[in-house]
């Protein structure tokens, strides 16, 4: 299977948890549904191009989890009143318009965020061919973000390669791993973490979730599966 790596990294990020409140958490890397969201801006489809065009989009995703930190944002509830369409010379000046009403809102920002993401798509290989060079030749319909529209980053062009199934038993992965489709085997000085993340969206903006583990910092981690791929030096599971 062609597979296509590419660098995704920013100075800030912010991937929205579906559980946030008033505070808005962030996901330390981000749910398949946010990478089939940046493919979707490169290549210039609508919004719900995630739950039709790009349901069969195989994605992984590694790297180490950033630093994060607290951001407050000011966000507009109400719109601001229309303007008139003519001002007479003796009303400039003279009235002032009422002051905006906004609120205040914490949000969690993940600091200099840097991921590896893996992208297949068997289905469909004129699109791959075409989100392929792309990203190689840097040219996208709307600009890439990190989560959120004014958090712009950089999609680096790394490698097409070919992916190939491992067979089922002991395999030392690397990124995100489904916990549905592996059993998790102890080592010490590794710190992994239990994650559940969007894997899935309708188009009536439905999320279903999935258990994934992570290695903190990005260290490869044992673990027992029958759903495991290498591609080069990448070895690891499709989310």
């Known amino acids: 299977m062609d597979t296509l790596s590419f660098e995704w990294s920013a100075k800030y990020g912010h991937f929205l948890r579906a559980e946030a409140t008033v505070n808005a958490l962030s996901y330390p890397l981000p749910p398949r549904t946010v990478v089939l969201g940046l493919l979707g801006a490169i290549l210039g489809l609508e919004k719900d191009a995630l739950a039709v065009d790009l349901a069969e989009v195989r994605v992984a995703v590694g790297g180490p989890m950033p630093r994060r930190f607290w951001h407050r944002v000011k966000l507009r509830k109400d719109p601001p009143a229309a303007l008139s369409l003519e001002v007479k010379r003796s009303q400039r000046g003279a009235e002032h318009p009422a002051p905006e009403k906004a609120t205040l809102l914490n949000q969690e920002w993940l600091l200099a965020p840097r991921y590896r993401v893996h992208v297949a798509w068997p289905e469909q290989p004129a699109r791959f061919e075409e989100l392929a060079a792309r990203i190689r030749d840097r040219r996208w319909h709307f600009t890439p973000c990190m989560g959120l529209s004014e958090l712009l980053c950089d999609v ?84």
Not at 170 to 189: F, K, M, S
């Open 156 to 239: 680096d062009f790394v490698a097409r390669q070919s992916a190939v199934p491992l067979p089922p038993g002991r395999h030392l992965v690397q990124g995100i791993c489904p916990a549905d489709e592996t059993r998790l085997l102890a080592e010490e000085g590794l710190g992994v973490h239990l994650l559940r993340m969007p894997r899935h969206v309708s188009t009536e903006r439905v999320f279903q979730h999935a258990p994934y583990y992570v290695e903190h910092r990005g260290q490869p981690f044992p673990v027992e599966t029958q759903a495991a791929w290498q591609a080069g030096d990448w070895t690891g599971l499709f989310l």
